[in-house]
T-cell receptor, first 114, second 110 residues
Framework: EAGVAQSPRYKIIEKRQSVAFWCNPISGHATLYWYQQILGQGPKLLIQFQNNGVVDDSQLPKDRFSAERLKGVDSTLKIQPAKLEDSAVYLC????????????FGEGSRLTVL | EDKVVQSPLSLVVHEGDTVTLNCSYEVTNFRSLLWYKQEKKAPTFLFML????IEKKSGRLSSILDKKELFSILNITATQTGDSAIYLC??????????FGTGTRLTVIP
């Protein structure tokens, strides 16, 4: 079974530029999550989708972050404009509906904002 | 405000040592507690605990939950260099909404 795929693995941008990250979950996993992990901290949930609907986006800074999952499969997370404090690893994870607890994570996209 | 606090923040041991990692939590809606291992890449699932006092075990790793005192411990016996990683504790607050602690960085020296 293929794992959660993310791209790009690394991205360096200047502040005020925009960036987009892509995630393809494990086949059949209806629930998809985007987490932000700042160096030295645990992952923080940004947004949770079930199919193409948003379950929780209470921690998403909506003035600059947006995410979509139009067809209920892959997802894109965008940051526009980026700030220095957005430097982090952006982790995507997925689960099947009805699964309790275990999330399957991708390898992450590391963003550096200069 | 929900909290998950892990201790120690970092730990250096020699191969063969036994270590105990701690996780305490205060959350408004507790469903389960999970432990993940994070090496350089993606966190990988270790255990999920839902009931107090029942030990989960996998090889040299074991974990237990105390829902009265609101904490969990993760034990690793006979540590190996491959155990070097960040160990993350997370609480499931419902609908698989995981709230993570900051992690404990374990370094095992040969």
């Amino acid at each position: 079974e293929a794992g959660v795929a993310q791209s790009p693995r690394y991205k360096i941008i200047e502040k005020r530029q925009s960036v987009a990250f892509w995630c393809n979950p494990i086949s059949g996993h209806a629930t998809l999550y985007w987490y932000q992990q700042i160096l030295g901290q645990g992952p923080k949930l940004l947004i949770q989708f079930q199919n193409n609907g948003v379950v929780d986006d209470s921690q998403l800074p909506k003035d600059r972050f947006s995410a979509e999952r139009l067809k209920g499969v892959d997802s894109t997370l965008k940051i526009q404009p980026a700030k220095l404090e957005d430097s982090a690893v952006y982790l995507c994870a997925s689960t099947r509906i009805g699964t309790i607890g275990e999330l399957f994570f991708g390898e992450g996209s590391r963003l550096t904002v200069l | 405000e929900d909290k998950v606090v892990q201790s120690p923040l970092s730990l250096v041991v020699h191969e063969g040592d036994t270590v105990t990692l701690n996780c305490s939590y205060e959350v408004t809606n507790f469903r389960s507690l999970l432990w993940y291992k994070q090496e350089k890449k993606a966190p990988t699932f270790l255990f999920m605990l839902t009931s107090s006092g029942i030990e989960k075990k996998s090889g040299r790793l074991s974990s237990i939950l105390d829902k009265k005192e609101l904490f969990s411990i993760l034990n690793i016996t006979a540590t190996q260099t491959g155990d070097s990683a960040i160990y993350l504790c997370a609480v499931n607050r419902g609908a698989n909404n995981l709230f993570f602690g900051t992690g404990t960085r374990l370094t095992v020296i040969p």
